[in-house]
């Protein structure tokens, strides 16, 4: 075995187990139920939600639970394990930039419910316990897996429907959540994954007509895998280096005379139309990964999976040199695990740290890993830790608990 250090998903046991516990501690009762929704790999199509462009991020093995008990008070109480003191406040005081921290994505999802008309002004409130596996800060939307877990356990204790539609609907108020109270500038590819991902597949995003498309993805059955390859730098994506590439994004579709970079890429606009270089290398960034994206699908659907090795590495180069949004560490272990074998490698998520994801032989998972570890090492970097990407399940119920009355 490898010396590498990897993160296990954690049981749903295991999870619910640690997740009760702690909201009996914290609220003295039993929760009405237990929920869980997953982090996600992007496995390519990075920088382009926000420009109605196309995504294929992958669901996680790796989960969050929350365990959730309605109050008729108007209370919203939080607690973690995570990290941080609870958070209690009232429902009716939830604004921007209010709370802030880690409840502002639960707080986040309660009022934007509130203000899709998805909960009713007559909505009481509710205690919720937190609990994850997801790494926090590694680029795997941790933050999207807490706000869906949570959306999917108000919807189903509300009677809302969950159907595809119903669980788009919710995505919705989960990127409103995360836009407007945690001040977050991100797209919707993160929540609509964790909302309407399927085992075994990964899932076309499209953020022009809100579409998500299950593709399926054997990545095993060829005898491969995708390393996901945690660098440890900080990730932070309220930090304004985010907002600020959007707004580059859309200012260049705006100079274009488009509504957004996607029309621009399918109108087949030359990018250097643009006088100004910066947001030349910006909106070129975001048409070529659109191709890429497409380029991803038509090697899927022909079953030429190790051919995706030099799209990946392409997307890197472009994240990295065009919209640049790498960083030292994230640099070295994709160069890292392409010298020991990877097929191709990519930064994934929103950058400035977080992770990167590799296509390599199943059979060689360990010793690339060993290899990029070393690599780290030998530039004095945080040695980074490794996760398997096992295309997995949805929001969903873990446990029905014992209704009990609303306090």
Known sequence: MSGAVWVDPVSDTALVAAVTAGFRGEFGADPEGV???PGRVNLIGEHVDYADGLSLPVALPHRTVVA?????????????????????GRVEEIGPGSPSGWASYLAGVV??????GLLGNDFGGADVCVESSVPVGAGLSSSAALECALALALAELSGLPTDDAGRAALAACCVRAENEI????????????????????????????????PVPLDLAGEGLALLVIDTRAPHQLVDG????????????????????????????????????????????????????????????????????????TASHVSLRDDFEVSCAELDCVVEAAVAAGAYGARMTGGGFGGSAVALVEASAVDAVAESVSGAARSRGLT?????????????RRVVAGRVGRVV
């Open 35 to 37: 929920w869980t929704a």
């Open 68 to 88: 959730v008990r309605r109050r008729g008070d108007g209370m919203l109480r939080c607690a973690s394990s995570l990290g941080g003191p609870p958070w209690y």
């Open 111 to 116: 009022w934007a419910m509130r203000r899709e």
């Open 182 to 213: 945690a001040l977050a500038p991100t797209g919707g590819m993160d929540q609509a994954v964790a909302l309407r991902a399927r085992a075994g597949h990964a899932l076309l995003v499209d953020s022009a007509d809100g579409s998500a498309t």
């Open 241 to 312: 280096q985010y907002a600020q590439r959007r707004k580059s994004v859309e200012e260049a579709a705006a100079r274009l005379g488009f509504a957004s970079l996607r029309e621009a890429a399918d109108a087949g606009t030359d990018m250097r139309e643009l006088t100004d270089p910066t947001l030349t290398r910006r909106a070129r960034h975001v048409v070529t990964e659109i191709v890429r994206v497409r380029e991803t699908l038509a090697l899927m659907a022909s079953g030429r999976y190790r051919e995706l090795g030099p799209v990946l």
């Open 383 to 395: 040695e980074p830790r490794f996760l398997a990407a096992v295309p997995s399940d949805p929001a």
